[in-house]
């Protein structure tokens, strides 16, 4: 049975993670591929690494750290934040990642889903949005969800799949940050529209919540960072309990 | 041991690199045919969309070149799928190895699959030291139905094939280089055909 992914993000800055990390067991808590190795080894399914860097150097430094995680990591990890060219995913994908994120870049400019799909394959794209309740209706937001647009995020994402992504990362903004659970209305709506996986984000703050997201929010994936990073919540832990809740993980 | 991974421009070949190097092995990436003929282990990648990657082979000549091959050959995941008669996507013909045809999922599942499932009726030595029902990673839209070459199996909406095998042939629906623990062993079980 296909199982149900539990994905821990790392925000990366030149190269290093920047949100602060508890990992007592690590030499450096800064360094993405030591911390990547950890949670492969504490039973993480895949791994999102999202780039949030604006030096000139970006694209070297990222494609560097990509190929070092790649050395190291027997999972499959994402790479995100600023992609906005082929060139840009096939560096990423050369050096060793194994899917990428697009997220402002595809609402600038959709046929960028297009052409992407048909060079990599839909498999290995994963379009990330952004969106928040204003007014009864979800809007897709840009720039870590600062700025809004005229789209509706049901709309977009059935445009989304329909240009070929293979995959959509769901972050609620309204939940983000909150750890008070996952949006999963939105995620069951979501999930009865469109026929590609779904990556639930933005809210995890409990084991419960997780749970919630797989039964009543239908995600195939859920993705999380500091419930994870500062260990409020253990991965062989949590799988345990989901498993306890007759949902399929992979233990 | 010289091990080639066959480069065509079709895929995610360091991360196989990868992991035969955590195994202790060092292997050449190449589309040379003369290195390839002289390897004594030669794994046949693939991501992407089937008729571009096959027409990527016919331009170096690999077509004609693998189903010739005599040393043992893995073909991963598109690999694989373009070893068998024919595929669906892009209405491409394969390189006819394996006796079947490639369809896509349409058994009210979501498409792609993608993520960890599980493979069983495991029944080669590639899977030795492999537990029934072991997890490993797939992402793919189109599959292998069940057949004489079937050497493993997966439910997703619907039993396939998850490997094949005919004679120095094997391949793997699956991303060995990307399925863990698991997945390394059954990489080396490879090497020690």
């Known amino acids: ?251 | 041991m010289k091990i080639v991974i066959i480069n065509y421009g079709a895929g995610n070949i360091q991360s196989i690199k990868f992991a035969l190097q955590r195994l202790g092995y060092n292997a050449l990436l190449s589309n040379d045919l003369e290195e390839i003929r002289s390897a004594d282990k030669v794994i046949f990648p693939g991501v992407g969309e089937a008729s571009s990657a096959m027409g990527k082979l016919k331009i170096s000549g690999l077509d004609n070149i693998i189903p010739q091959l005599k040393q043992p050959v893995l073909g991963i995941c598109l690999g694989m799928q373009l070893m068998c008669t024919h595929t669906e996507e892009g209405n491409t013909k394969g390189l006819g190895i394996f006796d079947v045809d490639i369809i896509r999922f349409n058994h009210g599942v979501k498409v792609p699959q993608i993520g960890w499932n599980q493979i069983n009726m495991l029944h080669s030595p590639l899977f030795q030291k492999i537990k029934e029902n072991e997890y490993v990673y797939l992402v793919h839209s189109y599959y292998a139905p069940i057949v004489k070459e079937t050497i493993a199996q997966t439910h997703y909406g619907v039993e396939y094939s998850t490997a094949l095998h005919k004679g120095n042939f094997y391949g793997t629906q699956f991303h060995p280089e990307k399925s863990s623990i698991a997945g390394e062993k059954i990489l080396e079980n490879f090497l020690n055909l």
């Open chain 1, 1 to 251: 049975m296909l199982t149900k992914r539990i994905i821990p993000c790392l925000d990366i800055k030149n190269g290093r993670t920047v949100k602060g990390v508890n990992f007592v067991a690590l030499r450096d808590a800064g360094d993405p591929v030591e911390l990547a190795e950890a949670y492969s080894k504490a039973g993480a399914d895949e791994l999102v690494f999202l780039d949030i860097s604006a030096t000139e150097e970006r694209r070297k430094t990222l494609a560097n750290l990509v190929l070092r995680v790649a050395e190291k990591v027997n999972i499959p990890f994402t790479v995100g934040g600023g992609i906005s060219s082929i060139e840009d995913v096939d560096i990423l994908l050369q050096n060793g990642a194994d899917k990428v994120s697009i997220n402002s870049s595809a609402v600038k400019n959709p046929k960028l889903i297009n052409d992407l799909a048909g060079k990599f394959g839909s498999q290995c794209i994963t379009v990330a949005i952004d969106a928040k309740r204003i007014a009864d209706k979800w809007v897709v937001h840009l720039v870590g969800g600062k700025v809004p647009t005229e789209l509706n995020l049901f709309d977009w994402a059935r445009e989304v799949e329909k240009r070929g992504a293979g995959e959509i990362l769901f972050t609620s903004m309204d939940n983000d940050g909150t750890k008070e659970g996952f949006a999963n209305k939105a995620l069951n709506r979501l999930s009865k529209v469109l026929n590609i996986p779904i990556i639930a984000s933005g809210g995890a703050g409990t084991i419960q919540h997780f749970v919630d997201t797989f039964k009543e929010g239908e995600a195939d994936a859920a993705l999380a960072a500091s419930v994870f990073h500062f260990k409020e919540i253990e991965i062989k832990e949590l799988k345990r309990q989901l498993r306890d809740h007759e949902i399929p993980v992979r233990l």
